[in-house]
């Protein structure tokens, strides 16, 4: 059985129990029941001749969200083709009005269908019977209506061409394993302290997986790496791409994220990279409103960075106004960022 080693902060996936699965590639897949359809027709049968992706996800699951640009490219580019179902379930911190007030802000974006469900009945059908225990995870039905894929969804790219055209085997499924593997590797030279490693560990795996080069959880090391090395020209130019697609894609997340490695202790206060943050930042909230904690602190840290203290202040006041009812942790976190605004002289 397939294991992950990725670390579950960058990619929020767990690896599966070591127990016997009891739904695995091959068996005919379960059914879907949900409580709403928040976007797109109700799939109440998986119809022949037609693939479908199941994908599990929560709001509070931030790998999740960042997956979901991806997953909306790749809907288009399989229209006539394959289905795409974004899945939620109800927990404790994952009801139905969460779920409906991300689906209607970024659904018509994305363009796939998404569904929730107030009880875990689809959820324990597809993931408990299949020993998963993370989130994001899909599940590729194939035009037979059986299982072709269960796993992380950075690797459609490689899994829907051959399911498409009936030529995914189960060599196929093993070779996601040898992915997976180099994938894994990539992710420990994060770690090294030598930013090359992960330069070159990287380049090599897209060389090698040229359908897996836009791997959305390598944009900020391959940033944060390239600052390291000093190599700020090519830093600034993955940034300008980065902020160029994020606005394309109305991707606030992935502007925000630029916007944050701008102007990381790395930029070193380079004037041109504390612009592009406050581009990126403010591309974000053009997407996103002003209501969105994420949005405006990014937009105070990014005025800060570029010596404007007052517009720092102002937009420091609203995030803290904006999580007033918010988790006493993240009150506290947001109230910590925002003191170092408080200096009067500007």
């Known amino acids: 059985m397939r294991t992950l080693l990725l670390t579950a902060a960058l990619v929020g996936f767990v690896a599966p129990a070591a127990a016997q699965e009891k739904l695995k590639v091959g068996d005919k897949a379960p059914p879907v029941k949900a409580t709403k359809w928040l976007q797109g027709k109700e799939v109440s049968a998986f119809a022949e001749g037609k693939a479908y992706v199941m994908e599990f996800w929560a709001t509070w699951c931030g790998p999740c969200i960042v997956m979901m640009p991806h997953m909306g490219e790749l809907q288009k580019q399989y229209a006539k083709d394959v289905v795409f179902i974004g899945f939620s379930a109800k927990d404790p911190n994952n ?3 969460k779920v409906q007030a991300l689906v209607e802000k970024r659904g018509p974006k994305l363009g796939y269908t998404f569904a929730y469900a107030d009880d875990r009945e689809t959820y324990d059908a597809w993931m408990k019977a299949a020993q998963r225990n993370g989130i994001p995870c899909c599940f590729v039905v194939d035009t037979a209506g059986k299982i072709a894929y ?3 969804p950075m690797y459609l790219d490689v899994v829907l061409p051959k399911v498409v055209a009936g030529k995914w ?8 394993d040898a992915i997976e593997k180099d994938v894994n590797g990539v992710f420990q030279a994060t770690r090294d302290p030598d930013p090359e490693v992960f330069l070159t560990k990287l380049a090599e795996f897209e060389k090698k997986n040229p359908l897996l080069a836009g791997i959305p959880y390598f944009n900020g090391p391959r940033v944060s790496s390239l600052l390291k090395a000093k190599k700020t020209d090519e830093a600034k130019k993955a940034i300008e791409g980065l902020i160029a697609k994020g606005t394309k894609t109305e991707d606030h997340t992935l502007l925000l994220m630029a916007s944050n ?3 990381s202790p790395l930029a070193n206060g380079d004037k041109a990279l504390l612009a ?8 974000a909230l053009k997407i996103a409103g002003d209501k969105e904690w994420q949005v405006t602190l990014a937009l105070a840290e990014a005025h800060f960075a570029n010596g404007d203290k007052a517009k720092a202040r102002e937009f420091g006041a609203k995030t803290v106004a904006l999580t007033e009812k918010e988790s006493a942790g993240l009150k506290q976190f947001v109230e910590n960022q925002v003191k170092k605004f408080e200096d009067k002289k500007d």
Do not use: C
């Not at 189960?170 to 070779?175: C, H, P, R, S």
């Not at 592009?276 to 591309?283: H, Q, T, W």
């Open 276 to 283: 592009l943050s406050m581009k990126a930042a403010e591309g």
């Open 261 to 263: 490695v701008a102007r």
């Open 150 to 152: 269960i796993g992380h």
């Open 95 to 97: 009801s139905l009005e």
């Open 169 to 176: 085997t189960a060599a196929d499924n093993d070779g996601i």
